[in-house]
């Protein structure tokens, strides 16, 4: 089992900054890569960013590359997005997600979800 809670969402405006952290248990973090998804209103939930095991890799959405930086930290079990230069269209509920394999963009690769987090930009 391995449980992972997302922090840090809320709303600013466009332009702005937020990170995002999300705290893993259960399990070994280091064996696990880790991701992020969102899911904006209406639509599907989407692939933003993963990253290696060690840290070591990282693979982003083209919607987000150069705005969004993933990160871990393998010693506090927990994994950031960081995101800047944020947009209204970025608005969506972003869940922390852990698996097996890196660079995976699909939703059914992940084994584990968190109860996501509420980012909203506004204009």
């Known amino acids: 089992q391995v449980q992972l809670v997302e922090s840090g969402g809320g709303v600013v405006q466009a332009g702005g900054s937020l990170r995002l952290s999300c705290a893993a248990s259960g399990r070994a973090f280091s064996s696990l890569s880790m991701g992020w998804f969102r899911q904006a209103p209406g639509k599907e939930r989407a692939f933003v960013a993963t990253i290696s095991q060690t840290g070591g890799s990282t693979f982003y959405a083209d919607s987000i590359k150069g705005r969004f930086t993933i990160s871990r930290d393998n010693a506090k079990n927990t994994v950031y997005l960081q995101m800047n230069s944020l947009k209204p269209e970025d608005t969506a509920v972003y869940y922390c997600?852990?698996?097996?394999?890196?660079?995976?963009?699909?939703?059914?690769?992940?084994?584990?979800w968190g109860q996501g987090t509420q980012v909203t930009v506004s204009s």
């Open positions: 997600v852990a698996g097996s394999y890196y660079r995976t963009t699909t939703r059914s690769a992940y084994d584990y």
